[in-house]
């Protein structure tokens, strides 16, 4: 009975090592052929808008660098709460990743009922940063913070278009407003660049949209730029705007655009995702093509991603009353 005993667990520890060194391999295996398929980035905010067009830059340079398709996906909704959801049924080592920001992940879990958290993604690397501004139609006379703050002290509600009510602009615009002792309302269009598109076809009167998407407007006079949500003061060939903390408010965040991979994804295919973007990123016409958008290109780790980000927790949670 004993040796019946021992053969048995004898049996059972190599049945056991068997299943465990195929398991090993078959990881090995699936880390070597990632992606094993086309790679999907999806965009949650609109077409057109300023992460979509990047997003679809980059998808030219995607089979020299993966070895596969680079495909661009758009799922609209909720200021991109919608297609973070969405992306909880992909497994990790998916060959789908998603764009993200400091909106999704330290503003909306506050400011709305969300399903997922940032625990359920890991990044893979930043793509661009971006100023956001306040601008108006120029029927409304506003040309400076002076004649924003007179129009408050008349009492005028501040309608301001911006991406979903539970976005990074969202947030920054009604914290200003409220700060300087303002009444507002937060008009939710599908991306920034639809949010332009109301000021500047007079269906609203303000908006918060990415400096850069504006910038044409401001030339031609569609739109009057009114002031920079940033630390400093926003100065190029267009724009000659004061900063926020200028005249005393901190009511600001450096927009960024990341990738995510599912969390539990293996290290080893993050960072062959990281190394191909990084890549496409550097890549001399992805370049160009990124200047003609107008976009700040900004390659950051994975590190640095969950460390802004974390950072920026802080300060929604201060303001984040204001916009549920």
């Known amino acids: 009975m004993k040796s019946l005993k021992k053969l048995l667990a004898v049996s059972l520890a190599g049945v056991l090592g068997l299943s465990l060194l195929t398991g090993c391999k078959e990881d090995k295996k699936a880390q070597q052929q990632w992606p094993s398929g086309p790679v999907t980035i999806i965009t949650p905010w609109a077409v057109g808008g300023l992460a979509d067009q990047v997003n ?22 909720s200021g991109g709460a919608v297609a973070l959801t969405e992306y909880l049924k992909e497994k990790p080592n998916s060959t789908k990743m998603i764009f993200g920001g400091e909106g999704s992940f330290a503003i909306a879990p506050l400011t709305m009922k969300v399903a997922y ?25 506003v040309k400076s913070y002076q004649d924003l703050a007179q129009a408050i002290k008349e009492g005028k509600e501040i309608k301001i278009g911006a991406n979903g009510v539970n976005s990074s602009e969202a947030l920054q615009s009604a ?3 409220d700060e300087m002792g303002g009444k507002f309302k937060i008009i939710p269009y599908e991306g920034a660049n639809q949010a332009l598109a109301a000021v500047v076809s007079g269906e609203i009167d303000f908006a918060v949209t990415h400096a850069s998407l504006a910038k044409e407007f401001a030339k031609a006079g569609n739109i009057i730029p009114v002031i920079a949500f940033d630390n400093k003061p926003l100065k190029d060939d267009v724009y000659d705007l004061p900063s926020v903390t200028q005249f005393g408010h901190d009511t600001w965040m450096t927009n960024i655009c990341a990738v995510f991979m599912r969390a539990g994804t293996d290290p080893a295919n993050v960072e062959k995702a990281y190394n191909a973007l990084k890549n496409i990123m550097q890549e001399p016409k992805f370049q160009q093509v990124a200047k003609n958008i107008g976009v700040n290109i900004d390659i950051q780790d994975s590190q640095w991603v969950k460390s802004y980000i974390d950072s920026t927790m802080v300060k929604a949670k201060k303001y984040a009353e204001l916009v549920k």
Do not use: C, H, W
């Open 56 to 77: 679809r830059a980059m998808s030219e340079f995607g089979k020299a660098q993966f070895g596969q398709p680079l495909l661009a996906d758009n799922i609209l909704g």
């Open 117 to 141: 958290k940032f625990e359920d993604f890991v990044p893979v690397i930043n793509v661009y940063s971006s100023t956001f501004i306040l601008l108006t139609n120029p029927r409304t006379g």
């Open 175 to 177: 914290a200003l407003i």
